[in-house]
């Protein structure tokens, strides 16, 4: 039999029979895992497996390579958050479904999971978490092989004047540098560099940028496969704050 015990956030649960659920966790040492929580769907249990909920995790199974069972006990709630919070709602989901969607499973990613606590931490603070939840994209990328270089330009090595991002390389660009090729190019806010206002529009025009390389970078299919859709939910209730 093999067990360990850690902390991990709730990501999704699903149905599985009649009473039982299948979850899946991100935790700091054991990355994104699933597991059957027996009796998941009673009425009893499943009020505690909502979205976001931190839960002290023991996993059971005969083999390294079976699914396994959970047990749990609660250790923290994040409904209360969410629950009149449009903008926290949809962060939550958004943050959830892009973990499950792009982390490769039983993979520790321990540097992405402490951003994402702090990141989860800061719901319902809706002045703080877009631009929170902008420099978390980035970690995401940064944590997956994928970061973007913006501190000059590629072409020419300048460190003002930069507009734009290659989608080839994730690079800065000016448009002196860019030349003809610059309709080519994603557009590099300057919220995206630490610079300039960080309001809703520019934080929507940001993720803008960061969902290009998360859609045709991070997820399976390179860009066949689309977005989570929480993630466009999310971009619009930023995009409304303005």
């Keep these: 039999m093999i067990e360990w015990r850690e902390e991990g956030a709730l990501l999704r649960v699903r149905r599985h029979g009649e009473g039982s659920a299948i979850v899946e966790v991100f935790t700091r040492g054991h990355g994104l895992h699933a597991g059957v929580i027996r009796g998941g769907g009673s009425r009893r249990i499943a009020p505690l497996l909502q ?3 931190q839960l002290d995790l023991t996993w059971r ?7 396994g069972n959970f047990t749990f006990e609660p250790v923290r709630s994040r409904a209360a958050q969410v629950m009149d919070d449009r903008l926290a709602l949809a962060g939550l989901n958004a943050v959830a479904a892009l973990l499950v969607s792009v982390l490769p499973e039983r993979d520790p990613h321990a540097p992405l999971y ?3 606590m702090a990141l989860l931490d800061l719901l319902g603070e809706d002045e703080l978490w877009p631009l929170a939840y902008l420099h978390w994209e980035l970690a995401l990328l940064e944590e997956m092989g994928f970061a973007l270089d913006l501190s000059a330009c590629a072409v020419t090595g300048a460190t003002e004047g930069l507009d734009l991002v290659s989608p080839k390389s994730g690079r800065a660009v000016s448009r002196a540098g860019a030349g003809e090729w610059a309709d080519r190019l994603l557009p590099l806010p300057p919220v995206l560099r630490g610079e300039g206002e960080a309001g809703p529009g520019d934080i929507a025009a940001a993720l803008a940028t960061t969902g290009w390389f998360i859609e045709h970078r991070l997820l399976p299919g390179s860009g066949e496969r689309p977005l989570p859709p929480a993630r466009a939910r ?3 209730a930023i995009a409304r704050q303005g």
């Design 51 to 53: 979205p976001g909920a």
């Design 61 to 67: 199974a005969r083999l390294a390579e079976h699914m």
């Design 114 to 116: 402490d951003r994402t």
């Design 234 to 236: 999310l971009v619009e």
